[in-house]
């Protein structure tokens, strides 16, 4: 729930109370791989915990119209959505997150569920092809009942159909909503303003791509895994990462992905492609290998049974010598002692926090700590006009920010002076009037770096990094015994975490970085003997 992981039922159930008083009156349930086990629970959570609405999702993948993709059929999805209703939602959702539901297919599908189900049915996709406008039309035509869409300004590729463009669709059908297409235009037009200040941060999709229909990859994720591959070193190799992600896809026997089954999918591709590796070549030499973390506890069953079980070959080889659970992940972890818990957490991080930020810390501990120690060194940032905060003030640029009611600071940006030996600039500025300065780090300064040692690929007892990243955490020292698959060290990298175990029993002879150091793929890290 929420997160990337499992968590105690307590937990969950804490954060759905705390959502609806926080305002929350819809609740989106989704698993991951359509598990009912897992969807269950939350559903009930919703409907005794809060007044709100459950609204319980099927998430689609493959091709209902496809005679030769036989797992996930009309069928299936007919009886999902009647486990659903049987389970107590409000609402039925359809997550097509990869913007795989074809025009036609919707019209089967909706058409089928309406006949199927008596609670109202939703359609969420992405519109990475272009083909989802029509898509909606079918449904529209087939009786569905709500569709998501984005202004004009932020809708296609990644995102959702063309809301203004729906809304012209429809003008003059018999299912016809009033909007102002005026009032429309000029909302897409203030937001296309706004999204040239993030245009950095977008996924490089520059026009639609046909091509998910063969590699799958969900419009949230696709943004976010370009970014991720070069951080990895592997920016000049997305196209063979979104190959082997449609490789992985069939590896693990063709699953649902929608996070985190889809992270789970994307950690596997991109591993296997920063180190060479085929699908042959996990069969045949996986059991020397250490595999991302995020794909062990999905083999272990911390995510959920996917339709149909896990590939028993390649789960054999993935956990080597753990036993899977079968079971939901939930029943077996032990309950949060909140008034316990609570009270640590306001003792680690301060006792102005409350019970929502306790929440973020279980769900996001790694985020929520990076989060709040910008908030205590910086504030609140967001006062801060954006093309500002993003890109910086001209010289003689002024600016105003409110940081509280009736409280604003007039600034103007006089000098920018040079830089010192240490890499810092003094920056002075005018503050309502007063003359100010202050040091900043110049962060686009090249400081001398140091190529860390490789290691000898003929040499077995040299222990590498498999992938670009940080070396998170060391779990040995020196002299210190290992087992065979007893994990030696973490690799961080843009939400993925790859333990590397020992390939066989021995000792640590030597152990060349620290952690916390910035590794490459084959840095040498430590070395057995």
């Given at each position: 729930?929420?997160?990337?992981?499992?968590?105690?039922?307590?937990?969950?159930?804490?954060?759905?109370?705390?959502?609806?008083?926080?305002?929350?009156?819809?609740?989106?349930?989704?698993?991951?791989?359509?598990?009912?086990?897992?969807?269950?629970?939350?559903?009930?959570?919703?409907?005794?915990?809060?007044?709100?609405?459950?609204?319980?999702?099927?998430?689609?993948?493959?091709?209902?119209?496809?005679?030769?993709?036989?797992?996930?059929?009309?069928?299936?999805?007919?009886?999902?959505?009647?486990?659903?209703?049987?389970?107590?939602?409000?609402?039925?959702?359809?997550?097509?997150?990869?913007?795989?539901?074809?025009?036609?297919?919707?019209?089967?599908?909706?058409?089928?569920?309406?006949?199927?189900?008596?609670?109202?049915?939703?359609?969420?996709?992405?519109?990475?092809?272009?083909?989802?406008?029509?898509?909606?039309?079918?449904?529209?035509?087939?009786?569905?009942?709500?569709?998501?869409?984005?202004?004009?300004?932020?809708?296609?590729?990644?995102?959702?159909?063309?809301?203004?463009?729906?809304?012209?669709?429809?003008?003059?059908?018999?299912?016809?909503?009033?909007?102002?297409?005026?009032?429309?235009?000029?909302?897409?037009?203030?937001?296309?303003?706004?999204?040239?200040?993030?245009?950095?941060?977008?996924?490089?999709?520059?026009?639609?791509?046909?091509?998910?229909?063969?590699?799958?990859?969900?419009?949230?994720?696709?943004?976010?895994?370009?970014?991720?591959?070069?951080?990895?070193?592997?920016?000049?190799?997305?196209?063979?990462?979104?190959?082997?992600?449609?490789?992985?896809?069939?590896?693990?026997?063709?699953?649902?992905?929608?996070?985190?089954?889809?992270?789970?999918?994307?950690?596997?591709?991109?591993?296997?492609?920063?180190?060479?590796?085929?699908?042959?070549?996990?069969?045949?030499?996986?059991?020397?290998?250490?595999?991302?973390?995020?794909?062990?506890?999905?083999?272990?069953?911390?995510?959920?049974?996917?339709?149909?079980?896990?590939?028993?070959?390649?789960?054999?080889?993935?956990?080597?010598?753990?036993?899977?659970?079968?079971?939901?992940?939930?029943?077996?972890?032990?309950?949060?002692?909140?008034?316990?818990?609570?009270?640590?957490?306001?003792?680690?991080?301060?006792?102005?926090?409350?019970?929502?930020?306790?929440?973020?810390?279980?769900?996001?501990?790694?985020?929520?700590?990076?989060?709040?120690?910008?908030?205590?060194?910086?504030?609140?940032?967001?006062?801060?006009?954006?093309?500002?905060?993003?890109?910086?003030?001209?010289?003689?640029?002024?600016?105003?920010?409110?940081?509280?009611?009736?409280?604003?600071?007039?600034?103007?940006?006089?000098?920018?002076?040079?830089?010192?030996?240490?890499?810092?600039?003094?920056?002075?500025?005018?503050?309502?009037?007063?003359?100010?300065?202050?040091?900043?780090?110049?962060?686009?300064?090249?400081?001398?770096?140091?190529?860390?040692?490789?290691?000898?690929?003929?040499?077995?007892?040299?222990?590498?990094?498999?992938?670009?990243?940080?070396?998170?955490?060391?779990?040995?020292?020196?002299?210190?015994?290992?087992?065979?698959?007893?994990?030696?060290?973490?690799?961080?990298?843009?939400?993925?975490?790859?333990?590397?175990?020992?390939?066989f029993e021995g000792a640590v002879k030597h152990v060349e970085l620290?952690?916390?150091?910035?590794?490459?793929?084959?840095?040498?890290?430590?070395?057995?003997?």
């Open positions: 729930g929420v997160g990337y992981a499992a968590y105690p039922d307590n937990l969950i159930e804490k954060f759905v109370e705390q959502s609806w008083e926080k305002g929350v009156d819809v609740f989106r349930i989704f698993d991951s791989l359509n598990w009912m086990e897992n969807v269950a629970p939350c559903i009930e959570m919703v409907r005794n915990r809060t007044k709100g609405l459950a609204e319980a999702a099927l998430c689609y993948t493959g091709d209902i119209m496809d005679p030769d993709r036989t797992k996930y059929t009309l069928d299936y999805y007919v009886r999902l959505a009647k486990d659903l209703e049987n389970a107590g939602a409000h609402i039925l959702a359809i997550k097509d997150m990869s913007g795989l539901l074809k025009p036609y297919a919707a019209k089967e599908l909706i058409g089928a569920l309406k006949d199927a189900v008596n609670i109202p049915i939703h359609l969420h996709t992405h519109d990475t092809s272009s083909l989802q406008p029509a898509t909606y039309l079918m449904a529209i035509e087939a009786g569905v009942d709500v569709v998501d869409c984005a202004l004009g300004a932020l809708s296609g590729l990644t995102s959702q159909p063309n809301f203004n463009a729906v809304v012209e669709m429809m003008r003059f059908h018999e299912r016809e909503n009033p909007y102002d297409i005026k009032s429309l235009n000029q909302f897409s037009d203030y937001w296309e303003t706004v999204r040239e200040y993030y245009f950095p941060f977008e996924s490089g999709l520059k026009a639609s791509a046909a091509d998910v229909f063969q590699h799958e990859i969900p419009g949230g994720q696709y943004s976010n895994l370009k970014p991720q591959a070069i951080a990895l070193g592997l920016g000049d190799k997305f196209e063979e990462i979104k190959d082997m992600y449609a490789s992985v896809n069939q590896m693990f026997g063709d699953i649902v992905k929608v996070t985190p089954s889809s992270k789970v999918v994307g950690d596997m591709a991109q591993f296997m492609v920063a180190n060479n590796l085929t699908p042959e070549d996990v069969y045949a030499k996986g059991q020397n290998i250490s595999f991302p973390e995020s794909v062990q506890q999905f083999f272990m069953g911390e995510l959920g049974q996917p339709e149909g079980g896990f590939p028993a070959d390649l789960q054999r080889i993935i956990l080597k010598d753990k036993k899977p659970s079968l079971e939901r992940a939930g029943k077996s972890i032990p309950p949060i002692d909140f008034d316990k818990e609570l009270a640590a957490f306001k003792e680690q991080f301060g006792e102005d926090l409350g019970l929502t930020d306790f929440l973020s810390y279980k769900f996001y501990p790694k985020v929520f700590e990076e989060g709040l120690q910008f908030w205590r060194e910086y504030g609140d940032v967001s006062v801060v006009p954006t093309p500002i905060f993003l890109y910086g003030m001209k010289m003689g640029e002024d600016t105003t920010i409110e940081i509280a009611k009736g409280k604003t600071l007039l600034i103007r940006l006089l000098s920018i002076g040079p830089v010192d030996e240490h890499g810092k600039r003094t920056v002075f500025f005018k503050l309502n009037g007063q003359t100010r300065n202050v040091e900043v780090l110049d962060r686009s300064i090249k400081v001398e770096h140091k190529e860390n040692k490789k290691i000898d690929k003929g040499n077995g007892k040299q222990i590498g990094a498999p992938l670009q990243g940080m070396l998170s955490k060391l779990l040995v020292k020196a002299d210190e015994p290992v087992k065979k698959n007893q994990p030696l060290f973490v690799i961080e990298a843009m939400k993925m975490e790859t333990v590397i175990t020992a390939p620290p952690s916390g150091t910035l590794v490459n793929t084959n840095d040498l890290v430590l070395e057995l003997n």
